[in-house]
């Protein structure tokens, strides 16, 4: 299974890549998994199509303004308590991780919207 680092997040990817030494076996198996991945873009498409209808560059913009402010918040945060000179409470550990929380969701649901865009399943109006 192979990682891939995205916005600070590691994904497993656990795509399966044929080894059989084979030529046929290994095209008659890609011909079924690109089947499979089709099946999975229609899908993608349809139900995610018909979900976040009306995402145009505005709203996109927004999400991007919100995610910098809860990163610019969670750091902001921790410079705080860095500058107060005494040890962090549990109550100010928990804002902190709060704070890095809604900025990691953030974050990860621009980079999902973007992906949906580019893959197509979504349609900027």
């Known amino acids: 299974m ?3 680092m995205t916005s600070g ?3 497993h990817s656990d795509h399966f890549e044929p080894q059989d030494a084979d ?3 290994q095209r008659r ?4 998994l690109e089947q499979i ?3 999975a873009y229609v899908a993608n498409k349809e139900v995610i199509g018909q979900a976040l209808t009306g995402v145009d560059a505005a709203s ?7 995610t910098a402010a809860a990163r610019a918040k969670w750091v902001a945060e921790s410079l705080r308590l860095a500058h107060s000179g ?3 409470t549990p109550d100010q550990i928990a804002r902190l991780t ?3 929380t809604a900025f990691d969701e953030l974050a990860e649901a621009y980079e999902a919207l973007r992906r949906m865009i580019e893959r197509g399943y979504v349609a900027l109006r």
Not at 60 to 66: C, E, G, N, S, T
């Open 2 to 4: 192979s990682t891939k």
């Open 9 to 11: 997040v590691r994904r």
């Open 23 to 25: 030529p046929q076996e």
């Open 29 to 32: 198996l890609r011909g079924q």
């Open 37 to 39: 991945d089709y099946a």
């Open 60 to 66: 996109l913009q927004k999400l991007a303004v919100m």
């Open 86 to 88: 005494s040890a962090a």
């Open 98 to 100: 709060w704070a890095r």
